[in-house]
């Protein structure tokens, strides 16, 4: 009887315990979705990049790529993660975050963003697969905070002096998953890894 007791408030110990300490879900957390590498057309919950999710792009890989003919200037692009080994797709959850300071003119840094949310996002209408895009604000302490989202930019926050939509160029390299590098070879030899074959 005594040991059913001990048995009975062990349990209930338990019980009690499990509830309390449960840390709080990421609203991406989507461990049970299946693999990460599904491709642009995968199936399921698709991830939506909070402002947590990019507030620290700055601790990212970081690739340096040359101005080259591209008249924009320097770019500094930062990406979240590397894709698995052999991926033929970047996985839903990659955030790729470029940094540009000339083309606006005005000295501020321009912060572009990519995003794989994957679960059929913008795939109408000629767009890149999987990719919702963003732009974000840099406050003067360090701040961020995400200025537009979606899978095109609203008027005049197009990429470069053109205001070109991000869909149209990102497209072009569709064999690497709408994942850009410039045409010039320092910029291909530079972007090495935002090319899938590198990994």
């Not at 003919?69 to 839903?92: C, E, I």
Request: some cysteine.
């Amino acid at each position: 009887m005594l040991r059913r007791f001990w048995i009975a408030l062990g349990l209930v110990a338990v019980a009690a315990c499990g509830g309390a300490g449960t840390p709080p879900v990421h609203p991406n957390d989507h461990s049970d979705a299946g693999p990460l590498d599904a491709g642009p057309s995968d199936a399921g919950p698709e991830f939506v990049a909070l402002l947590e999710d990019v507030s620290n792009y700055r601790s990212w890989i970081q690739i340096v790529l040359p101005d080259g003919d591209t008249n924009l200037g320097p770019r500094t692009v930062y990406l979240n993660h590397a894709p698995p080994h052999g991926s033929t797709s970047w996985p839903k959850g990659t955030i790729i975050v470029k940094e540009t300071l000339v083309y606006r003119g005005n000295g501020a840094v321009t912060v572009d963003v990519m995003s794989k949310r994957g679960g059929g996002f913008n795939t109408d209408d000629g767009g890149a697969p999987g990719w919702e895009w963003m732009g974000l604000d840099l406050s003067d302490d360090g701040g961020v905070s995400i200025n537009w989202r979606g899978a095109v930019p609203p008027p005049n926050a197009g990429y470069g002096p053109s205001q070109q939509a991000c869909n149209g160029c990102h497209l072009q390299a569709i064999a690497n998953d709408c994942v850009q590098l410039p045409d010039d070879d320092a910029g291909i030899a530079a972007g090495q890894p935002l090319l899938l074959s590198h990994y």
